[in-house]
């Protein structure tokens, strides 16, 4: 697939998008306090705000591939994007699904570590990295709120191989959809979004296409949920979705 080069206006068919500036301020983005740029105000925003750009990119585009060059630093303001990395043998790990105020892009060297690719249309604010990386040195506050975030990209890595190596199918199923609930503060009046297609969530999950139908339609035949369409579902029973994720 080919990367996007960003872009405000939509792009045609088969076309790149092109980049242009933010036309949003920072202090009005509705994923601010959200954001790694909540540890900035007044002139030093200012500074942030100078550096970004902004990009629309489309569903089933890539951001970047695994191994490109680190260039860019991203926050996802809309939409979804899922990271994920290819073995050798043509298999893919998805590692996590970003929502709005994430940030993404981070290398500790030179080139990407996974690939990037929307789930749905998705707008993001571009930081080139060597600029990004400056403000950092000016400003310490910022420094030390991406810190916070990769201490709990830690957390979460670590909650992912307890995922995958400890729990059953249906905890791993029940986890994931706990756990975006919560994400998205949503549960038993408001929709929680699952955007994804399954073929996604069993390659996050590390299991079968048939195993994640599967158990998502035992979920929703046992009461613990409820799904108005294939892509959102109500969280009917709290308690008995956390006792399925082995967590209550």
Not at 179 to 204: C, E, F, H
Not at 238 to 248: D, K, S, V, Y
Request: proline share 6%.
């Amino acid at each position: 697939m080919r990367r996007a080069e960003g872009a405000v206006e939509p792009a045609e068919q088969g076309t790149a998008p092109r980049v242009g500036p933010c036309g949003v301020l920072c202090e009005d983005c509705r994923v601010r306090t959200i954001s790694v740029c909540r540890a900035l105000a007044g002139p030093a925003l200012d500074e942030l705000e100078a550096i970004t750009l902004r990009i629309r990119l489309p569903a089933g585009r890539n951001l970047f591939d695994e191994g490109d060059p680190a260039e860019s630093l991203f926050t996802l303001t809309e939409g979804m994007i899922k990271v994920f990395k290819m073995l050798p043998d043509g298999r893919r790990q998805i590692t996590g699904f970003l929502l709005p105020g994430d940030f993404l892009g981070l290398a500790f060297f030179r080139s990407y570590a996974y690939s990037a690719e929307a789930v749905t249309d998705a707008l993001l604010c571009r930081f080139p990295r060597d600029r990004f990386m400056a403000l950092l040195e000016r400003h310490p506050a910022l420094e030390k709120e991406l810190l916070s975030r990769a201490s709990s990209e830690l957390a979460a890595a670590q909650e992912q191989m307890l995922l995958l190596g400890r729990k059953s199918a249906r905890e791993r199923v029940a986890s994931f959809l706990l756990g975006l609930a919560r994400r998205q503060g949503a549960g038993s009046t408001k929709p929680v979004a699952l955007p994804m297609s399954r073929w996604d969530i069993a390659d996050y999950l590390g299991l079968t296409v048939e195993t994640v139908s599967r158990e998502i339609q035992a979920a929703k035949a046992s009461g613990v949920i409820a799904m108005p369409d294939r892509h959102h579902f109500l969280v009917v029973d709290p308690r008995r979705l956390a006792a399925a994720a082995a967590l209550g």
